[in-house]
């Protein structure tokens, strides 16, 4: 029986979510996505409009089908958590169900069950600042919406996972050593993510035979990288000094992924996997 999977923060054909999604999809997965309640509108007109077509083309020569494409805002748990002005706002009162608990449940009233669960997003609204200039509402907002928002798309899809079934998201780096930069507390927000990723994989792993991983990237040229403003400089950086001297490529990291949902990494859990052509292994620059 072929796998179903989940993923959340696809919102065009740049990011990482879009290429794990076609890996899992070359793979023989079913492809359900998650996508930003401001960015759905465009995220599906482009889809049916088939402006992403050469995008979708997978190595079969098939074309990645995404089943279903919900909305959804990972800051939002519940109904019961969403502000008058948001509930209000034009584009996010188009959509609805877009909170993660509903969410899960109209994936669950849709589909039942999935395998592979994905968290493919971040957000900081003070990520250009330093860290020593970041409000402590900027520093928060990064938190929730970059690392309580995988806790809380697992709590919620784990009731709905089967037993065996794989959940990863995206970490940078940044957690570990300090890339000046990556700053409003993204740095922070990824080494929250990271240890979250341990103690996940123990409570998941215990409750549903569930693993838990995180792939920590090199830097690709994404809609959310170049809202940071350094991703140039961090690619050529990579290039020049990292153990391999090539750009890194979304399907590399695709690849990645769907390795570790397959049953080939049936014993791998609570880890980071680097997949960054080495260069977290270099102590400097060269
Ligand atoms: P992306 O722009 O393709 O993906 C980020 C997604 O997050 C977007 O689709 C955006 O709409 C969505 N998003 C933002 N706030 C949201 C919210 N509240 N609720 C739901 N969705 C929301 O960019 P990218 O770079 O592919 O990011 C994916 C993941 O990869 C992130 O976790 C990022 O930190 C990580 N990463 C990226 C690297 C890079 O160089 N691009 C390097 C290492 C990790």
Do not use: C
Not at 58 to 72: C, Q, R, W
């Amino acid at each position: 029986k072929g796998k179903r999977a989940f993923i959340a923060g696809v919102a065009d054909d740049n990011g990482y979510g879009w290429a794990i999604a076609k890996s899992l999809a070359a793979a023989g997965a079913e492809i359900l996505v998650g996508t930003w309640v401001p960015a759905l509108n465009i995220f599906e007109s482009s889809l049916r409009r088939g402006k992403f077509d050469e995008s979708r083309v997978l190595p079969d020569g098939s074309l990645m089908e995404i089943t279903k494409v919900y909305a959804m805002d990972a800051v939002y748990d519940s109904p019961e958590d969403v502000p008058e002005d948001v509930k209000t706002n034009k584009r996010y009162a188009g959509s609805t169900k877009w909170t993660v608990q509903e969410l899960a449940e109209s994936v669950q009233k849709d589909f039942g069950t999935i395998d592979i669960l994905v968290h493919s997003l971040a957000n900081g609204p003070e990520v250009t600042k330093p860290l020593l200039e970041t409000s402590r509402y900027g520093y928060l907002a990064a938190l929730s919406a970059s690392s309580y928002s995988y806790v809380s798309l697992l709590k919620h899809f784990l009731p709905i996972m089967n037993p065996g079934g794989s959940s990863i998201s995206l970490t940078y780096i940044a957690s570990e050593r300090i890339i000046p930069g990556y700053g409003g507390g993204m740095s922070s927000a990824k080494a929250a993510l990271e240890s979250d990723t341990r103690v996940l994989a123990f409570e998941a792993g215990r409750k549903k035979r569930v693993r838990v991983n995180t792939i920590s990237a090199g830097p690709l040229r994404s809609r959310a990288a170049k809202a940071i403003g350094f991703i140039d400089m961090m690619i050529d950086y990579s290039s020049a000094n990292a153990p391999l001297q090539k750009e890194l490529t979304a399907e590399e990291v695709g690849n990645a992924a769907a390795f570790l949902s397959s049953p080939l990494a049936s014993a791998i859990t609570g880890t980071i996997l680097y997949v960054d052509n080495g260069l977290n292994a270099m102590g400097v620059g060269v």
